[in-house]
Structures are given as structure tokens and as C-alpha cells.
């Protein structure tokens, strides 16, 4: 099902329309010179190329939330940078209609040697903001993140669990009109799963289109509207969460679904 | 948010408020741990100024009128171009955790770097413009009127600067994807460095070697700021028009490789 004929025919377009996108990596080894002219002289090839994505379609209306799920390589992440603009499509399209905030696994540790206040203004003015406008917002990420003075500190001092506690404050602060999330919520303990289901929930009824990865099927079933299921970079099945996650399952031969919740 | 498919010049002057904070943290994060901190910027070129005085006054007996003056108004431009792009080349393999995450103008990351380096570029020169004003008071011999040829001060700075701009961006964007340019720098700018005319003069070199000199932009440049800072006077048209079609050649090659090339850093870096 790799094009969604029933929600594309909807009289508002879609506010993120992927189209047959390909995506591959150059995957080699340290391009050096070395290895350049090494390669070249014994004409072995030191460069392989890997099709991360491989003419995936998919849209996703304006307010909804839509769960990506799938094996580890399936592409997930590759999706999400690719709709963010970090990674150029090898081939087919990707509209996004809105800003974009991503947000990736380890939160928004882009620089580790920076302090958490310094790494919130700086990922900020990356995704773009004005300085005013994260300075507004900075009380309440702080708050949300439960950091207390560990923000002050270089990121390299926090736990997994702290800095994706950050990232996800600042995701979900700054205004967001797309936010894609990708495994944030794996890193919290389960009173933060809480706390930041609830406030995907809010985000939903703000009209903000949110795109989830996570390996959780629960959270997937109880927050998303539709679910997208990727496996070696290809659409397996798109369509109302639960029969996504319920074809997963059975796929993977997980079938007791209680499993398969613990790894979220 | 920056909007893709506008242009990518368009882009870059949306990311004005990023270019600044970064350009800010270059300049703070440099010196965080030494005890004098920012003075080592003024500290270093005068040790430089130093050692090499000592070195041209006793071995090597330099005729150089004025050899600390004139050694400094060309290790000043010189040192400023090597910084910039040396620290440049590794700006993107060296934010990897913000290019991965975001995405943004990544030419923020080489110009922040030279911006940091010219606001270093400025403080020196403002030294050196003081002790000409010392000297030229003190000792009667000095003649250092720069004053009426700012002008050519400001010329040799936008220009040099522009040229800096081009190569940061041209050396970042090719160590992405060949590493080895990082490694080969430093061996690079030594010959670089005696190549330009910053501790001899243009006519101490054989006839048959000073080809490598006009081939080099940077001897361009030096000139220029000497024309504006050793011996004040205009410089001549050939020395401006050189200078300025280098700088328009590296900012338009460095720029359009560049944005070719950044497309795929993030999944080189
Ligand atoms: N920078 C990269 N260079 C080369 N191959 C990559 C790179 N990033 C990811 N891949 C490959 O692309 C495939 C998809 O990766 P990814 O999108 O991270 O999967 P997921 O997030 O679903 O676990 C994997 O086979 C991975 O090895
Ligand atoms: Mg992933």
C-alpha cells in the first residue's frame, strides 16, 4: 500500500508527501588517498554503495501522528533526515508543507563539550529561530526537561536519559509545526515516557503533524493514527496503527505483544 | 527554518544569527583555558615579531629597514589566512553531531572561522597601528603617515578576507571527502609561508624564481598591506587588480564547489 489514494484525494494537501524516494549511501571506507590509489591501481572496488531507502511513498495529513516501526537498518532514521533536508534524495521527491523540528535519538547533543543552555541556543539558531525566540521558550524547556542545574554543565556530563530528556523539551518548545522524533522516548525513565506522550498529545490537538519512530509498539498503537512499516527500505504495509503493528507482530513472529512493549 | 529549494545565497543570509553565535563561541572557546586568554592573540604575533628580529638582526644581518614593523604588517595578513583556513578545512568533519541532526547553511561553519580569525586580524593591526603612531613620534628617521592611506588598509583587508572566505570554503568542503588535505596543511602553509614575501623582500630572490612569487595571491595581499602600513603610499594598479581578481576567483569557485558539494556531508561526515 504504498500510496494512500483515500487521504491524498482530501481537499487540504498532505503536509508531508514522499514519492518513490531512493536513497543511497556511499558507504566506504576513509576516503584516503591511500586507499584511493590502492583501489585504483588493483581496480578492487573500496567503495560499496547501500540503498537505504528504496522507492518509498508515503503521506501524512496535517495534524495527524504517524508511527514508523521496523527492524534496526530498515531506514528509519534515513527517512527522518531526508524529510528534515539533512540528507538530498538520490532519486524521487519529498514535499514537506511547514517547518520541520527534528529530533534524533541521543537529544540535541551537537556539541558535547558544550553546556546544555549552550547547546539549546545553538541547536535553536540551527533549526533556524530567531535568538528571542528560544530565549522566550528557555525557562520552560529547562523546567520540562527536569535538568536543574546540570544544564550549566558540558553535555558530555549527561545521560543518555538526560540529554534526550533536552532534545525532546526543545522539540516539542519551539513552536513546532512538523516534529519528528526518532526513538526520544526510548532513553526517559516511564515517568518522562509519560509525561512526553501526554505532551505529544497536546502537540496533536495544537494541530502540529508529528512523526514518531520507536521500537515501543504500545506507544505506537496509543498515540498514532496511522503507522508506517519499513523493512530493508522498503514499505511493507502503511494504514491505521493498529493493523500496522499487528502485521509487524506477526511478521516478526512476536507475537506476544507484552514482549515486544518492554523494548520501548 | 531555512526553506529548501530557495537559493543558497538566500539561505546563508537567514542564518545570520547562527554565523554570529557560532563566530562568538570560536572566539570564547579558543582561549577558555590558558590563564591569559584573549591577550595571546596580541601575545603571539609579537613573540613571532621577536624571534624573527632576533634571528634577521644577528645571523642573517638583514639590510630591512624598520624589520619588526616590516615583518609584522606581512606575518599579520599571512598568519590570519593560515588560521582561517586551517582551522577551517576541519569545521565540518568537526560538527558532525550538528550536521547529522539539523539541517542548515553549513557554509556557516568555514565562515564563522574566518569571521573569529578577522576579528583577530583587527586587534593585531590595531597594535601595530599604535606602535607606528610611537614610533613615528619617537624617532626621527620614522615616516610612518599611514593615516592618509587607510583607504588602502581597509581595500587589503575586504580583499584578503574575500580571498580567505573562498578557500575556507574550498579546503572544508574537499576535506569532507579527502582527508589527507587536513594532514597535508601544515607542511602546505610552511612553504606557503617562504613563498611570501613576509621575512625577505620581493628582489632578495634570484630572477629565476620570482615567477612563484607573482603566481602566489597572498604576495598580493602583503603587499598591500605594506603599501598601506610600512611604506605608506598608493598602491599600484596592477597590485590592486591582481588582489582583487584572486579574491572574486576563490570566493566564486570556493562558493559554487562548495554547494555542489555540501549535499552530501552528512553522509560523508
Ligand atoms: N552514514 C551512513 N553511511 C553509510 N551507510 C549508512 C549510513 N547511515 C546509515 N547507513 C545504512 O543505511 C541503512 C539504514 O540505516 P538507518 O536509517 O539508520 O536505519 P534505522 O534507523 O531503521 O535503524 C543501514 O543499512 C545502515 O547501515
Ligand atoms: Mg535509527
Redesign the pocket.
Known sequence: MPFDSETASLAVPPTIEVQDLW?R???SQEATLKRTLVGMTQRRKVTRY????RGVSFTVQRGSVCG?I????????????TICGILTPSEGRVVVRGHVTPLFSLGIGFNRELTGRENVLLGGLAMGLAPEEVQEQYQAIVAFAELADAIDYPMRTYSSGMSARLGFAVAVHLDPEIVLI??ALAAGDARFKKKSSDKISELCERDCTVMI?THGVRIISSLADRCLW?D??RVMAEGPAPDVVDAYLRFEGVLDEATAAEDM | MYERGSSALRELAGARELLRNLTSRELKVRYKRSTLGFLWTLLNPLLMMAVFTLVFSTAFKTTIEWFPVYFLSGYLPFAFFQASVMIATGSIVGNAGLI?KVYFPRAVLPLSVVASQLVHLLLGIGVLLGALVVLDLASDSADFDFVPYLPVLVLAIVLLAAFAMGMALLFSAGNTFLRDIGEFLPVGFLLWFYATPVIYQVDFLPEDWRWVLLLNPLTYYVQLFRDALYDPHWPAPATVAAATVCAAVSLVVGWTLFVRLSERF????
Open positions: 536513497l549511501y556511499r558507504s547501500v540503498e537505504a531507502l514508523v521496523g527492524r534496526n537498518g530498515a531506514g528509519k532514521s534515513t527517512l527522518f533526515r526518532d526513538e519512530i519499513l530493508k527500505g | 547529522t552528512a553522509k560523508e561526515v
